[in-house]
């Protein structure tokens, strides 16, 4: 049983940074990948960024050049630094892994993040 704890979310203002970081345990397999998803009211869950077990990394568009993921998916840690917050990205963030198995893949409980303008 994989379990993924986040830490880091809060309530910053408009123009200010949060660092989230997730740690897996529990599983003896390795990962594929580690993502970082988020879910707003009403919206549903968009992936935000990922990082690969070879260290390549992709964002949605909506946070390119704001958002900084890193992380050792072999270590199984993954962060998400955040900066230039806008309201827009007022959600809960969760932290995902993947195995090489496509049945394996796994969530963390959600940490909120409220950007006030």
């Known amino acids: 049983q994989v379990q993924l704890v986040e830490s880091g979310g809060g309530l910053v203002q408009a123009g200010g940074s949060l660092r989230l970081s997730c740690a897996a345990s529990?599983?003896?397999?390795?990962?594929?990948?580690m993502n970082w998803y988020r879910q707003a009211p009403g919206k549903q869950r968009e992936l935000v960024a990922g990082?690969?077990?070879?260290?390549?990394?992709n964002y949605a568009d909506s946070v390119k050049g704001r958002f900084t993921i890193s992380g050792d998916v072999d270590k199984k840690t993954v962060s998400l630094q955040m900066n230039s917050l806008k309201p827009e990205d007022t959600a809960i963030y969760y932290c995902?892994?993947?195995?090489?198995?496509?049945?394996?893949?796994?969530w963390g409980q959600g940490t909120q993040v409220t950007v006030s303008s």
């Open positions: 995902n892994a993947q195995g090489w198995v496509a049945t394996m893949n796994s």
């Open positions: 529990g599983s003896i397999f390795s990962f594929k990948a």
């Open positions: 990082i690969t077990h070879g260290g390549g990394t």
